[in-house]
C-alpha cells in the first residue's frame, strides 16, 4: 500500500503554523493506515515508527529542504549532527510519541509531535491525536475550556505515577489521572481532562517541544521543575523535566517541588 498525503497548498507551506498542523495530520494518518495493516506488538510499534519518520522526513525535505531536523531517528543517522545548532530554522519532531499505546488498539493516547524553533524559541507547532481526530497547533490555539472538575487533577503516566507526584497530589488534593504519551498528557491540560502535568522522569526535547508550543499558545503555563524557561535546539537534547499546568496552579505546584524535591 501506497500512502498519498497529497499535495499541500503554497499557503499552506508558506505558513509555519499551518504547515507543522498538515505535517502532524499527515503523519497521523500515515500511522492509522499502518494500524490497519495487522500487525501486533513490537513489529507495530517499530512499523508505526518508521513509517511516521520516513514520512515527515520526506515532506520537510521537500517543502522545506532549507530547514535542519531534529528528532531522536534523525539525530543517530545524521552526518553532521552538529548543522542544526548554526540553522536558522529546525523542526523538533516526534513521529510516534506513544509507541506503547499505539501498538495497544483502540488506545487514543498516542501522538504525533511537530514544532518549529527559531532564534532562540518555539515559533510553531502542532500536535496530532489521529483517533480523536484533533490536531492542537498555534496557528488556530486552543480554548482552553472553564475548569468543570473542583478538585485540581494530574495527568501521570499509566503504569507507575512518580512518588512525587503522588504527594504532590496529595499536598494540594489533586486527583491523579493516568493516560499514554507525554503529548497527550500535556493536550489533555488543554482539553480540560486534567489541569497539570509535572514530569521529572527525564524526556528529550522532541518529547516536549511541540505540547509546549501549544500549551504556551493557548495560555497555559509551562517551565521547568524548578521554575526555569524551557529552552530548545541545544547541543544537549535532553531535557529531563517540564510541567504545564493551567496558570493558577503553578505557584502550588513550584513552592511545592521547591520544598520537596522531585526524588
Known amino acids: 500500500m501506497t500512502f498519498d498525503p497529497g499535495v499541500p497548498p503554497a499557503d499552506v507551506v508558506a505558513d509555519d503554523h499551518r504547515f507543522a498542523a498538515w505535517l502532524a495530520e499527515a503523519a497521523g494518518q500515515r500511522l492509522l493506515e499502518v494500524r490497519s495493516e495487522g500487525l501486533e506488538g513490537k513489529e507495530l510499534k517499530d512499523a508505526g515508527d518508521r513509517a511516521a519518520h520516513v514520512l515527515l522526513m520526506d515532506l520537510l525535505a521537500t517543502y522545506r529542504p532549507d530547514d535542519a531536523v531534529l528528532s531522536e531517528e534523525a539525530l543517530e543517522n545524521a552526518a553532521d549532527k552538529d548543522a542544526r545548532l548554526q540553522a536558522d530554522k ?88 493516568p493516560m499514554g504519551s507525554a503529548g497527550v498528557k500535556m493536550m489533555s491540560v488543554v482539553r480540560d481532562v486534567a489541569d497539570a502535568y509535572v514530569h521529572a522522569g527525564g524526556q528529550y526535547e522532541w518529547d516536549s517541544a511541540a505540547p509546549v508550543a501549544v500549551a504556551r499558545a493557548a495560555g497555559l503555563f509551562t517551565s521547568r521543575v524548578d521554575g526555569s524557561e524551557l529552552v530548545y535546539n541545544q547541543a544537549d537534547v535532553y531535557l529531563p523535566d517540564v510541567i504545564v499546568c493551567r496558570p493558577e496552579l503553578s505557584a502550588q505546584i513550584l513552592a511545592f517541588i521547591a520544598a520537596h524535591g522531585t526524588d
Not at 523542526?91 to 488506545?107: A, C, H, N, Y
Not at 515559533?123 to 490536531?135: M, W, Y
Not at 480554548?143 to 503516566?157: D, E, K, L
Open 90 to 177: 529546525v523542526w523538533i519532531v516526534d513521529p510516534l510519541d506513544g509507541t506503547r499505546e499505539f501498538s495497544e488498539p483502540p488506545r487514543d493516547d498516542w501522538a504525533v509531535h511537530v514544532a518549529l524553533w527559531q532564534g532562540g524559541t518555539l515559533i510553531a507547532g502542532a500536535v496530532a491525536q489521529p483517533v480523536l481526530g484533533e490536531t492542537f497547533n498555534t496557528g488556530a490555539p486552543p480554548v482552553v475550556p472553564v475548569r468543570t472538575s473542583t478538585r485540581p487533577r494530574i495527568a501521570v503516566s499509566r503504569t507507575r505515577p512518580p512518588a512525587f507526584v503522588q504527594a504532590l497530589a496529595a499536598e494540594i488534593d489533586a486527583e491523579l489521572v
